[in-house]
């Protein structure tokens, strides 16, 4: 079974520019969720996404957003982009189960390869 | 979710057994212990989780105390491709599906 894919791998933008990351996760996953790591903050929790609904979000910016397609990969976007958001982003996909309408039963994550973002 | 102690680095030789602790003092009855690793530049590797009963799998043993206030990763025979920073997280089973990493031990396995 494939393992989570991250385009691209590595990135060069300017500040002010916007940038698209992508991720597609492990088949037959449908919770993708999406870290920022950098050196002085080290891994942070952006947000997660199931069903192509955001269901949980990280204490980062509106400048981060995000989107889930139907076939449950995952895009996450960053806008007016700052010397601080260089950072290596890290896409995570794991199977969730339903457990009634609001229960879901978390399982392991597995993480892509990250991409490494550098606004200069 | 409760918060782990885990010290920031650990040594250990090549082919003997790796013993990384964590403390999680304040942890739930419902709550439970995850470990996850990274190896340089590359995303976190899920390793072993565990609520109250030791757990073995073909990466690495854990072991959790009796009044579950600390667990043990064991990695019976450390090879170098084993040096990473490993990352005690204690986690409830239902909820948001988001991890919290704390600053993790990083372990450097010696020839």
């Known amino acids: 079974k494939a393992g989570v894919t991250q385009t691209p791998r590595y990135l060069i933008k300017t500040r002010g520019q916007q940038v698209t990351l992508s991720c597609s996760p492990i088949?037959?996953?449908?919770?993708v969720s999406w870290y920022q790591q950098t050196p002085g903050q080290g891994l942070q929790f952006l947000f997660e996404?199931?069903?192509?609904?955001?269901?949980n979000k990280g204490n980062f910016p509106g400048r981060f957003s995000g989107r889930q397609f139907s076939n449950s990969r995952s895009e996450m976007n960053v806008s007016t982009l700052e010397l601080g958001d260089s950072a290596l982003y890290l896409c995570?996909?794991?199977?969730?189960?339903?457990?009634?309408?609001?229960?879901?039963?978390?399982?392991?994550?597995?993480f892509g390869p990250g991409t490494r973002l550098t606004v200069t | 979710d409760a918060k782990t102690t885990q010290p920031p680095s650990m040594d250990c030789a090549e082919g003997r057994a790796a013993n990384l602790p964590c403390n999680h003092s304040?942890?739930?009855?419902?709550?439970?212990v995850y470990w996850y690793r990274q190896i340089h530049s590359q995303g976190p590797q899920y390793i072993i989780h565990?609520?109250?009963n030791n757990e073995t799998n073909e990466m690495a043993s854990l072991i959790i105390t009796e009044d579950r206030k600390s667990s043990t990763l064991i990695l019976p025979h450390a090879t170098l491709r084993d040096t990473a920073v490993y990352y005690c997280?204690?986690?409830?089973?239902?909820?948001?599906?988001?991890?919290?990493f704390g600053t993790g031990t990083r372990l450097t396995v010696i020839p």
């Open positions: 995570a996909s794991s199977w969730l189960g339903l457990a009634g309408v609001e229960a879901s039963v978390r399982t392991e994550q597995y």
């Open positions: 088949s037959g996953h449908r919770s």
């Open positions: 996404y199931f069903s192509e609904t955001q269901r």
């Open positions: 304040t942890i739930s009855g419902n709550e439970y």
């Open positions: 565990g609520l109250k």
């Open positions: 997280i204690v986690r409830l089973q239902t909820g948001a599906n988001n991890l919290f």
